[in-house]
């Protein structure tokens, strides 16, 4: 008696999961479609207003004059530019590309040593090494606008 209940439950698990088996193989797969041009566009603009964002956030934070910002943001522009086409480059090896990215950020910025202060270029080489920090510097922004509404506020 034992037996043939055990049999008949293990009959009727072996019928639902075959169900499920089968329902689920009726199912077609969702492809995801390529992007369109409208969309490339879109998202390449924006990558470009948020790299613009950056570093002018990273600006506010040097000590140097208009002029010498001015031919930093020049720099920190071009920089990227050649980093991202280092990126889209096809290298043999990952070492061709890690040295060749080294390269990059130890000569890209030897020119800018002589125009501006020592404590703006270590700030820099900071920055290209990914340890610059934007979340202080919105923080710091929005603390300043605090300030100036709560004084406009009392005059």
Do not use: C, W
Not at 1 to 22: P, S
Request: no cysteine; aromatic share 8%.
């Amino acid at each position: 008696m034992k037996k043939t209940i055990l049999l008949l439950f293990t009959v009727l698990f072996a019928l639902n999961v075959q169900a499920q088996r089968r329902n689920n193989s009726n199912r077609i797969p969702q492809t995801s479609s390529e992007p369109t041009e409208e969309q490339l566009a879109k998202r390449q603009r924006e990558m470009e207003e948020r790299k613009e964002e950056y570093i002018d956030n990273f600006l506010t934070t040097l000590e140097a004059d208009e002029f010498q910002k001015h031919i930093i943001k020049q720099n920190i522009n071009s920089f990227f530019d050649a980093k991202i086409a280092l990126f889209k480059m096809q290298f043999e090896h990952r070492i061709d590309r890690q040295t060749a990215i080294e390269n990059l950020e130890n000569t890209h910025f030897k020119d800018l040593e002589e125009l501006i202060s020592e404590s703006d270029m270590v700030k820099i080489k900071e920055m290209i090494k990914g340890e610059f920090d934007e979340k202080e510097v919105l923080k710091d922004k929005k603390e300043k606008r605090k300030k100036r509404k709560r004084k406009k506020d009392k005059d």
